[in-house]
């Protein structure tokens, strides 16, 4: 049965719209850079990012299920919040440290539980069938919200002349989202225990028992495993396509009476424009490309190994100086995971009981954060060493092996 674009349908698209329009993405390396920060300090804030997520997604997933997903996505958009806050006015190291916290926060509390309030819906709603379609559809407002945020972001830099600005204009979508949250049915809360202080933990034991079963099924691993094997690297190398733009900006003889800001505010606002509606698409259309195939594992797996040859090849191009080359393997990096992520999700879900749905999935965004927790400082310290092109060749290379751990059977 195809689904039906209802009023919480287009709640999930708005979501994931308001969501992506974080205006600091397509700056952030440009102004830790800005800031004197080395490639080590910027791949250790996005460890201390990830890590923060880590420590927090078990119990976030946990917490979810036990006492409301709308209480905990409403946490998630405060730490958010102040996080952005933090930033617009932070200039030092150890200043971002404690932003990213907040933001890590917001992260682990966010991520996997709204996830599974999707999922949920489709199971009330009796459309589970149609779980890859229908995420995909969400997911391609998350990238167009992306693809929007790109033009904004580059307006807001060319006006202000700054990237501080883009973290107090994050603010607003974010609030938006926080009061829409407060609008999901009642339903998607989950299935919430009413207990006293005596019974809270045994409430929490009985959620460990049941991911305990449920990660006992060979596929679920397998599934997670290819899953967060490309997302963690991807986290941790997309954001090296901005500097590279920025080196093409200074050096095309385009508006020079820019400041070098805003000349690269140009070419970063159009290029991430497109690769955004680039992978909407690619995000609407993983439903059909999945059809293609008699299962999951010959999508997933060809995904994976593409991902990371396309890491390393423009890695070459980057050591090679081929800017304009290796800005297209960069394309087709983030094109892969938002073609990938909606069967991957699809499968997962059809392997985990939906009682324990956010907690599994969080432990599914908490293997893809570890991941990007240890890339992100090395890919760092080798583009200090020698450059960001070596740092992308030594990490798709070795992101190849294991690869052939999980890939998924047929």
Same mark, same amino acid.
């Given at each position: 049965?195809?689904?039906?674009?209802?009023?919480?349908?287009?709640?999930?698209?708005?979501?994931?719209?308001?969501?992506?329009?974080?205006?600091?993405?397509?700056?952030?390396?440009?102004?830790?850079?800005?800031?004197?920060?080395?490639?080590?300090?910027?791949?250790?804030?996005?460890?201390?990012?990830?890590?923060?997520?880590?420590?927090?997604?078990?119990?976030?997933?946990?917490?979810?299920?036990?006492?409301?997903?709308?209480?905990?996505?409403?946490?998630?958009?405060?730490?958010?919040?102040?996080?952005?806050?933090?930033?617009?006015?932070?200039?030092?190291?150890?200043?971002?440290?404690?932003?990213?916290?907040?933001?890590?926060?917001?992260?682990?509390?966010?991520?996997?539980?709204?996830?599974?309030?999707?999922?949920?819906?489709?199971?009330?709603?009796?459309?589970?069938?149609?779980?890859?379609?229908?995420?995909?559809?969400?997911?391609?407002?998350?990238? +167009?919200?992306?693809? =929007?945020?790109? %033009?904004?972001? $580059?307006?807001?830099?060319?006006?202000? !002349?700054?990237?501080?600005?883009? @973290?107090?204009?994050?603010?607003?979508?974010?609030?938006?989202?926080?009061?829409?949250?407060?609008?999901?049915?009642?339903?998607?809360?989950?299935?919430?225990?009413?207990?006293?202080?005596?019974?809270?933990?045994?409430?929490?034991?009985?959620?460990?028992?049941?991911?305990?079963?449920?990660?006992?099924?060979?596929?679920?691993?397998?599934?997670?495993?290819?899953?967060?094997?490309?997302?963690?690297?991807?986290?941790?190398?997309?954001?090296?396509?901005?500097?590279?733009?920025?080196?093409?900006?200074?050096?095309?003889?385009?508006?020079?009476?820019?400041?070098?800001?805003?000349?690269?505010?140009?070419?970063?606002? +159009?290029?991430?424009? =497109?690769?955004? %509606?680039?992978? $909407?698409?690619?995000?609407?259309?993983? !439903?059909?490309?999945?059809?293609? @195939?008699?299962?999951?594992?010959?999508?997933?797996?060809?995904?994976?190994?593409?991902?990371?040859?396309?890491?390393?090849?423009?890695?070459?191009?980057?050591?090679?100086?081929?800017?304009?080359?290796?800005?297209?393997?960069?394309?087709?990096?983030?094109?892969?995971?938002?073609?990938?992520?909606?069967?991957?999700?699809?499968?997962?879900?059809?392997?985990?009981?939906?009682?324990?749905?956010?907690?599994?999935?969080?432990?599914?965004?908490?293997?893809?954060?570890?991941?990007?927790?240890?890339?992100?400082?090395?890919?760092?310290?080798?583009?200090?060493?020698?450059?960001?092109?070596?740092?992308?060749?030594?990490?798709?290379?070795?992101?190849?092996?294991?690869?052939?751990?999980?890939?998924?059977?047929?």
């Amino acid at each position: 049965m195809a689904f039906e674009k209802d009023h919480q349908y287009f709640k999930f698209c708005s979501y994931g719209f308001l969501k992506n329009l974080r205006f600091f993405d397509p700056f952030l390396f440009l102004f830790f850079l800005a800031k004197g920060l080395s490639y080590l300090e910027i791949g250790t804030l996005i460890a201390i990012r990830e890590v923060m997520v880590y420590v927090m997604e078990i119990p976030a997933g946990i917490i979810a299920d036990a006492f409301g997903r709308r209480r905990v996505m409403i946490y998630a958009f405060i730490a958010y919040i102040v996080s952005f806050s933090i930033f617009y006015f932070a200039s030092d190291y150890w200043i971002f440290i404690i932003s990213f916290l907040f933001y890590g926060f917001g992260d682990a509390f966010r991520q996997g539980t709204h996830k599974s309030m999707i999922i949920d819906y489709l199971r009330i709603k009796g459309w589970k069938d149609q779980k890859t379609a229908y995420y995909g559809h969400t997911r391609s407002w998350s990238q +167009i919200g992306s693809a =929007v945020s790109s %033009l904004v972001a $580059a307006i807001i830099v060319i006006v202000t !002349g700054d990237y501080q600005s883009v @973290f107090l204009f994050s603010t607003i979508p974010y609030f938006l989202n926080l009061l829409m949250i407060t609008t999901y049915p009642k339903e998607l809360d989950g299935a919430i225990v009413q207990h006293s202080g005596k019974d809270l933990w045994a409430n929490f034991k009985q959620v460990f028992t049941d991911l305990k079963v449920t990660f006992k099924k060979q596929e679920v691993f397998k599934t997670i495993g290819n899953l967060s094997l490309y997302t963690g690297f991807y986290k941790s190398v997309k954001d090296y396509l901005q500097p590279m733009l920025e080196t093409i900006a200074v050096s095309m003889p385009f508006f020079l009476m820019l400041q070098e800001k805003q000349r690269s505010a140009i070419l970063v606002g +159009i290029v991430f424009f =497109v690769i955004h %509606l680039t992978t $909407a698409f690619a995000s609407r259309s993983s !439903g059909r490309f999945a059809k293609r @195939f008699r299962s999951v594992a010959a999508p997933m797996n060809i995904t994976l190994f593409s991902g990371f040859l396309f890491g390393l090849i423009a890695g070459i191009f980057y050591s090679q100086n081929w800017f304009i080359a290796a800005g297209a393997m960069f394309v087709a990096i983030y094109t892969i995971e938002n073609l990938r992520k909606p069967i991957g999700i699809s499968h997962l879900t059809d392997n985990i009981d939906h009682t324990v749905l956010s907690s599994s999935l969080s432990f599914q965004s908490l293997a893809e954060t570890l991941l990007a927790a240890a890339i992100a400082p090395l890919i760092g310290w080798i583009a200090d060493e020698w450059n960001i092109g070596y740092g992308l060749i030594a990490v798709s290379a070795f992101m190849l092996v294991p690869a052939f751990l999980v890939r998924i059977r047929k």
